[in-house]
Each structure stands twice: as structure tokens, then as C-alpha cells.
């Protein structure tokens, strides 16, 4: 039997960074997500989240409508003000899996 994996959204939370030193940073609905080229490539819908330990484990990012991307913590280069800035660039983002909520 396969254990399927529960999951959640949430519009913030709290996210552990490591670029260079591990530090924690809240994010929100609405922030602007920037490539590594410094390009905007979409915003911030939800934070995705383990249903059962509750902490997060990827971005779900809005490029356009419908087009939502799950984004990895780890590609987190930096949060600056209302900006998340990846370290992806807009093609590997075009490539990261789509977000398919569960109904």
C-alpha cells in the first residue's frame, strides 16, 4: 500500500533560508518572485505545506493564470522586502512541476 501524501496551502508562513547562513523569513500571498536574471516571473500564491508535520516544503508560484509552479525551499536565493528572488532562472522555472491541488 502506498502512503499518499496529504498536503496543505497556506497564504504564509514562516521559511528556513540557507544562503550562507540558515536564517527563517516570513513570506505572504502576493510577493513578487524573481528569477536568478533578476527578471519578475510571476508572485506568490500559497505556501505548500506537509498535511502532517505542518511545516513547508515548497512555493506555489502564479507565472499566469493557470499556470502554477512548486518551487522547492531550497531555490530560495533571498527574500528582500516583498521580493523572493530564486535561484532558477526563468527557463528552469518553466520546467519545475506544476501545482495540481487535490480536490
Not at 505572504?28 to 524573481?34: A, E, L, P, W
Not at 505545506?49 to 505542518?54: A, N, Q
Not at 520546467?95 to 495540481?100: G, K, T, Y
Amino acid at each position: 500500500m502506498v502512503a499518499e501524501m496529504v498536503e496543505k496551502l497556506t497564504i504564509e508562513a514562516r521559511v528556513c533560508l540557507a544562503c550562507g547562513v540558515v536564517r527563517e523569513t516570513a513570506v505572504t500571498r502576493g510577493m513578487s518572485v524573481q528569477s536568478s536574471e533578476g527578471e519578475l516571473v510571476g508572485e506568490l500564491a500559497a505556501v505548500l505545506l506537509d498535511g502532517r508535520s505542518h511545516q513547508p516544503t515548497h512555493l506555489v508560484l502564479c507565472c499566469q493564470l493557470p499556470d502554477y509552479r512548486l518551487v522547492p525551499l531550497e531555490k530560495i536565493g533571498g527574500v528582500y522586502g516583498r521580493t523572493i528572488q530564486l535561484n532558477l532562472t526563468r527557463e528552469q522555472i518553466s520546467h519545475l512541476p506544476q501545482h495540481q491541488p487535490k480536490l
